[in-house]
């Protein structure tokens, strides 16, 4: 079975900063990989994802994210972090040919003026 | 595209009631939608699968008959918490993917705040 996991359960950054948010996974079988951001009391947001192709992967707010499949990683990351970037990040993956989704713990980001 | 509307984004039930949340796909249909719960600070849990016009699919230690969940419609399912109980607070979250393609994801809904008091 494959599970996820997210190193870091908090990462307080300094706004304009950089971050990286740390995602590794174990399955036996090809993936696909996401991350989804949650904001207070709402559902999840589909930050990007990598299904095949350029192993690197750029969200519209400026997040990017990189399988490497010996690593079994696929971190997230941002240059500059902005305080509307507060928020909690899930990694997931799903089994290719499957539905389920299974979900990192979470890291709770927090941007600091 | 592909938006999941959850309703009603809170609800404050009494013990021993029952609280109906609805999950509904507005611009696509959804063969299969999902429910999860969330605990504070913890990551989502999934409860079951919902198949349209068949039984769903209860994940390992999930009571089948505290969360009856049904799914009629192509484009509508509901997750009954029946006799809520204090334990059953939570934040409760549908999902929902075009099916045949995983351009947009899985969409969430906004999810649904269970307080039983």
């Known amino acids: 079975a494959q599970s996820v996991t997210q190193l870091d359960s908090q990462v307080p950054v300094f706004e304009e900063a950089p971050v990286e948010l740390r995602c590794n996974y174990s399955s036996s079988v090809s993936v696909y990989l996401f991350w989804y951001v949650q904001y207070p009391n709402q559902g999840l947001q589909l930050l990007l994802k990598?299904?095949?192709?350029?192993?690197l992967v750029e969200s519209i707010n400026g997040f990017e994210a990189e399988f490497n499949k010996s690593q079994t990683s696929f971190h997230l990351r941002k240059p500059s972090v902005h305080i509307s970037d507060t928020a909690e990040y899930f990694c997931?993956?799903?089994?290719?040919?499957?539905?389920?989704?299974?979900f990192g713990q979470g890291t709770r980001l927090t941007i600091n003026p | 595209g592909a938006v999941v509307s959850q309703h009603p984004s809170r609800v404050i039930c009494k013990s021993g009631t029952s609280v109906k949340i609805e999950c509904r796909s507005l611009?696509?249909?959804?063969?299969?939608m999902f429910w999860y719960r969330q605990f504070p600070k913890q990551s989502l849990m999934l409860m079951a699968t919902s198949n349209e016009g068949s039984k769903a699919t209860y994940e390992q230690g999930v009571e089948k008959d505290k969360f009856l969940i049904n799914h009629a419609s192509l484009t509508l399912s509901t997750l009954t918490v029946t006799s809520a109980h204090p334990e059953d607070s939570s934040f409760y979250i549908c999902?929902?993917?075009?099916?045949?393609?995983?351009?947009?994801?899985?969409?969430f809904g906004s999810g649904t705040r269970l307080t039983v008091v």
């Open positions: 999902s929902a993917r075009v099916t045949g393609t995983l351009d947009y994801g899985y969409t």
């Open positions: 611009d696509f249909q959804a063969t299969t």
């Open positions: 990598y299904l095949s192709g350029s192993t």
């Open positions: 997931a993956v799903m089994l290719r040919g499957a539905q389920k989704l299974v």
